[in-house]
C-alpha cells in the first residue's frame, strides 16, 4: 500500500535554531504535499501545501519566512523550521497526494509525524 | 471553506458499549476519511468513505453525501478503542481539512 514516511519522529533543538522535517513517499509520486500541525489535545490545522517544482502556499495566518517548504522532487518534502522557539513546539504531520490518474479511491496519505520540542 | 464538526466531543464508554460518532460537513466533499489517532500522535486510517457504507470487523462507517454527514460506527468498544477519532474531508483542491475530533475513553 501507498507509504509516506516523516523522520524524524522526534527531534529536541536549542531556541535559535533551525530544524529539518521530511516527508518522503516511499511507493508513488506526489506533486502535492501538505503539512498539518497539532498543538496539545487539538485538532491538525493545515499549513500549507506543498508544490513540487514551485513555492508552496500558505494558509492564511502561517508565516512564511518562519516555515519553509521546499518540494524538491516528486518524492520529497521538507518542513523546517528556522529559529525556532519554545511556542513552535509542536506535533508535525505531512500528507501527500498520489499522482495517478488510472487510480480511484482514496489518494491521499498521511505521514506518522514528527514531534518537535524546542527548549 | 468547508466547516468540519464532530459530535460528540468527548465520549466515555463502558467496554462492549457500543457508540456512533458524527461528522457533518458544510459543503460537497469528494474525499472523507476516518482516523483514530494513538496516544504517540500516529493517524491510523479507519475509512476512506466520501460515500455509501463499509465496514471493518468492529467499526463500520456511513456517509451519506447529499445529507453531507458521515457516521462512525463502534460496536463492543474495547479499551484499546481510546484515543481521539477524527473525520477529514477533501474538496476539489485535494486539501484534507480536520473536524475538532471526538475523545473517547472506554473504561475497563
Known amino acids: 500500500g501507498a507509504v509516506v514516511s516523516q523522520h524524524p519522529s522526534w527531534v529536541i533543538c536549542k531556541s535559535g535554531t533551525s530544524v529539518k522535517i521530511e516527508c518522503r513517499s516511499l511507493?508513488?509520486?506526489?506533486?502535492?504535499m501538505f503539512w498539518y500541525r497539532q498543538f496539545p489535545k487539538q485538532s491538525l490545522m493545515l499549513m500549507a501545501t506543498?508544490?513540487?517544482?514551485?513555492?508552496?502556499?500558505?494558509e492564511q495566518g502561517v508565516e512564511k519566512d518562519k516555515f519553509l517548504i521546499n518540494h524538491a522532487s516528486l518524492t520529497l518534502s521538507t518542513l523546517t523550521v528556522t529559529s525556532a522557539h519554545p511556542e513552535d513546539s509542536s506535533f508535525y504531520i505531512c500528507s501527500a497526494k498520489r499522482d495517478s490518474y488510472l487510480f480511484s479511491g482514496n489518494t491521499i496519505y498521511f505521514g506518522e509525524g514528527s514531534w518537535l520540542t524546542v527548549v | 471553506g468547508i466547516q468540519v464538526e464532530q459530535s460528540p466531543p468527548d465520549l466515555i464508554l463502558q467496554e462492549g458499549a457500543n457508540s456512533t460518532l458524527r461528522c457533518n460537513f458544510s459543503d460537497s466533499v469528494n474525499n472523507l476519511q476516518w482516523f483514530h489517532q494513538n496516544p504517540w500522535g500516529q493517524l491510523i486510517n479507519l475509512f476512506y468513505i466520501p460515500s455509501g457504507t463499509k465496514q471493518n470487523g468492529r467499526l463500520s462507517a456511513t456517509t451519506v453525501a447529499t445529507e453531507r454527514y458521515s457516521l462512525l460506527y463502534i460496536s463492543s468498544s474495547q479499551t484499546t478503542d481510546s484515543g481521539v477519532y477524527f473525520c477529514?474531508?477533501?474538496?476539489?483542491?485535494?486539501?484534507?481539512?480536520f473536524g475538532a475530533g471526538t475523545r473517547l475513553f472506554v473504561k475497563a
Open positions: 511507493d508513488f509520486q506526489a506533486t502535492t
Open positions: 477529514a474531508v477533501g474538496t476539489g483542491g485535494f486539501k484534507t481539512i
Open positions: 506543498s508544490n513540487e517544482g514551485s513555492k508552496a502556499t500558505y
